[in-house]
């Protein structure tokens, strides 16, 4: 069974730019989780998307933004980069309770 | 306010011996409760959960963990460690009410020494 795919590997950006990072789940799972994971700061829950639909959304500023399309696959986007937009998002999807995650996208904003 | 705690950054111990890493949590309700094993420059890699039921739970590569609800705590053990257990430990809990998300702990780095 293949894992939760994340694309790209690295995303290198300039202050003030958009980024956009995707994500797909495992086959079957309708529910995606976004996370940041910044140094020091540890693993924080961004959004979580599910059957389409935004259910939730952490403490994070409205520039975070996301999607779910209808294959289950998703898209986090962050606009207005700032410096410490910096760090590894990770997603995972979810049968139910556990969430399995993804490799992550390294993020570096310059 | 829900959170999880994992009172040591790192935890040394010889190959063969047996290891624990500790966690505790505070959540109002009854809890579901992960570990999660993170390597360098990988995603996270789920090692077992707590739902309901017996406290002592058995997950990937050995791994076990204690539910114990007076105590809050949720520790995760193994009984011989090896080297390739070296990694960043991560504890987790998610509400019953389903918001989603998973709190985690801090992290602790698991070191095996040979």
């Known amino acids: 069974e293949a894992g939760v795919t994340q694309s790209p590997t690295h995303l290198i950006k300039t202050r003030g730019q958009q980024a956009t990072l995707r994500c797909s789940p495992i086959?079957?799972?309708?529910?995606v989780y976004w996370y940041q994971q910044a140094l020091g700061l540890g693993l924080q829950f961004l959004l979580w998307?599910?059957?389409?639909?935004?259910?939730n959304r952490g403490n994070f500023p409205p520039r975070f933004s996301g999607r779910q399309f209808p294959n289950y696959g998703s898209e986090l986007n962050v606009n207005a980069l700032e410096l410490e937009d910096s760090a590894l998002y990770l997603c995972a999807s979810s049968p139910f309770q556990e969430q399995f995650f993804g490799p992550g996208t390294r993020l570096t904003v310059l | 306010a829900q959170s999880v705690a994992q009172p040591e950054d790192q935890v040394n111990v010889a190959e063969g011996n047996p290891l624990t890493v500790k966690c505790t949590y505070s959540?109002?309700?009854?809890?579901?409760l992960f570990w999660y094993v993170q390597y360098p420059n990988r995603g996270l890699q789920f090692l077992l959960k707590y739902i309901t039921g017996d406290n002592l739970v058995k997950g990937s590569y050995g791994f076990e963990a204690e539910f114990n609800k007076s105590q809050t705590s949720f520790h995760l053990k193994k009984p011989s460690a090896l080297v390739s257990d070296s990694a960043l430990y991560f504890c987790?809990?998610?509400?019953?009410?389903?918001?989603?998300?998973?709190?985690f702990g801090q992290g602790t780095t698991l070191q095996v020494k040979p």
């Open positions: 987790a809990v998610r509400h019953t009410s389903n918001t989603g998300k998973l709190i």
């Open positions: 998307y599910d059957e389409g639909e935004e259910r």
């Open positions: 959540v109002s309700g009854n809890p579901y």
């Open positions: 086959s079957g799972h309708t529910s």
